[in-house]
């Protein structure tokens, strides 16, 4: 059972995540709950180290970040032992998440669940700080924004647990976030597969990294409400799904960055040197576009987008290569986003990216980039226009509570 920064945000939110694990403890499962940290305390953490430095070390921002969960979890055990039962609170070190160490963005190792067996065994109620580990060199790490979800994911498969809980401030995974569009529709099931490009797309529901966790080791993921007791959305193998919707969901982040390098000279290698800078200084590249010079000898453009977090990382690792191949520039904009339609169904159909850009253009929003895999289409835009994109592709497909979800030929609709 995980439970979301809004679920445990203030002491009468920890004690109703009390008496929910309590409660499956007494229906005789043996519990293992991921805690993340109360309401915005990740961020403001984040702004406390903003005081102390433009560029704080990442070591000791790990340090400074994983206290958010240890305080959710420690209250949460003295919670539960006031309900007559026995908690047992553990750092993710403790809980044995072994991870690499890419501080601040570790990507988990090793999960060596013998405390946490022995403590099950002992009849206690187990409850771990999410979103962190130890490194391989000893030292704490985190696992990136949103991170608590891939620690229950990851304990879940090394308890082989039967379902992985995920409770959050939302029913389950919705067709578009219901908080940008009211009528969007809650999805009874969702496959690895669309679940993978939704999270990987900016639906923070799920971290992707938790989503890929789980498919790797088949966990079952239950996404669901902790204020109400309605079942939400399963996240299960693509032969589990029933429906097969022509496109499931609308997922979007407001949080992406474009840089461009101008003037890259025309030859090969240069795209290695670029990305492989990249790469070295963990940056997360997402879409990349290069347009190549019509006439020879001339000089070529490359843009690509990081998300806004990682830009001056960027920058930074950049900044040889410009010397190194003689590149002009590198101008950034920062205030983008994207917007992606996700949906299974599409492999099969015609028509869905024209119909795509149709409707952006209607509303006159300029698609900066555009990329395509066999059941997603994203488009990168103003990070302003991102709302007004959203409600108009989620209309435009149907996808709302009250849209007939179509298997209809939309080739035949506008190219
Ligand atoms: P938690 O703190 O519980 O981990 P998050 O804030 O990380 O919760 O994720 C839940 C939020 O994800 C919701 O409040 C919602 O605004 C957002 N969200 C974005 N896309 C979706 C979607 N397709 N379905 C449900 N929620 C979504
Ligand atoms: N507290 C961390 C964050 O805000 C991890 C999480 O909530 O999953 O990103
Ligand atoms: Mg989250």
Redesign the pocket.
Known sequence: MKF????VADAERLKRAARRIVAAREEGKNVVAVL?ARGKTTDELVSLAQEMSDNPDPREMDMLLSTGERISCALCAMAINDLGHRAISLTGSQAGIVTDTSHTKARILDVRADRIRTALDEGLIVLVAGFQGVSTSQDVTTLGR?G??TTAVALAAAVEADVCEI????T????????IVPD?RKLDVVSFEEMLE?ASSG???LQLRSVEYARNHGVRIHCRSSFEDAPGTFVVGEQETMEHALIT?V?HSTDEARLSLVGVPDEPGAAAKIFTALADANCNVDMIIQNEPLELGRKAEVSFTVPRDDVRAAQTALQPIVAELGIDSIDTLPEMGKVSIVGAGMKSHPGVAAKVFQVLAEERINIEMISTSPIKISCVIAAAEVPTAVRALHSAFELGADGIVAEAPIGEQAR
Do not use: L, N
Not at 167 to 170: A, E, G, M, S
């Open positions: 979301g920064g809004t679920s993340s949103g608590s979800d409770y959050t401030d939302v389950g995974v919705f067709s578009a976030d219901p908080r969007a939704m639906a923070k529901v969901a997922a």
